[in-house]
């Protein structure tokens, strides 16, 4: 039976280089692959973009209510399909995932999620923490802190500042925004260096 993947890692992980690269692995062997990634994420638009500047277009941009399972069944009315590849995947909504699981089910094509782990208050994401439920198979992807242990959170930075408070969706790059990967311990140290009286803030 096809599987569901979900390949997570902190910002810079290579995610979005490893879509274009598997995707490449399809054409090349003959079989069809197509991107997928949710309307929320605005960086690039119909493209997806890695940070080394490879780009590749989006087949379907998901809306919040849209049914992925339809989308795709009508895919496959006039071409093949052998994998879905979804950028993003944090920002997906439970029942998309649960979609998903029927397209690997039910019409037997192998769906690949990359997406983040955790926000940058370190709550899970609708998307991942439905993709944690429900994958067959689960991988980090590894990227590294400066102290050069693994980065698995994301801090956010407005201004060149590091913020602890806001909205979990601030996409990189706009209104200033940037993220960097750090890893836990790291992100304490910062967060103690800020004079912020609660380290896990609610
Ligand atoms: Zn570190």
Redesign the pocket.
């Known amino acids: 039976m096809a599987k569901l993947y979900f390949r997570y890692g902190a910002m810079g992980c290579g995610k979005t280089r490893d879509i274009i690269k598997v995707w490449y692995n399809y054409k090349e062997k003959g079989k069809n692959a197509i991107i997928i990634k949710p309307g929320i994420d605005t960086k690039g638009n119909d493209k997806i973009v890695s940070r080394d500047n490879s780009e590749l277009n989006t087949d379907y941009i998901i809306k919040s209510n849209d049914n992925i399972y339809d989308i795709i069944s009508k895919h496959k009315l006039k071409y093949n399909l052998d994998c879905i590849l979804v950028d993003e995947a944090q920002f997906l909504e439970r029942h998309h995932v649960e979609e998903l699981t029927d397209i690997c089910d039910d019409l037997d094509i192998t769906v690949m999620c990359y997406g983040l782990r955790a926000d940058f208050l370190d709550n899970l994401f609708p998307g991942s923490a439905a993709l944690f439920a429900y994958a067959d198979v689960i991988e980090e992807m590894k990227t590294i802190?400066?102290?050069?242990?693994g980065?698995t959170r994301n801090v956010r930075f407005v201004n060149g500042q590091p913020v602890f408070e806001g909205e979990q969706v601030a996409i990189d790059g706009e209104d200033k925004v940037t993220y960097v990967s750090?890893?836990r311990?790291?992100r304490k140290k910062l967060v103690r260096k800020m004079n912020k009286d609660r380290l896990y803030p609610r």
Do not use: I, T
């Open positions: 802190c400066e102290c050069m242990d980065a750090m890893c311990s790291c």
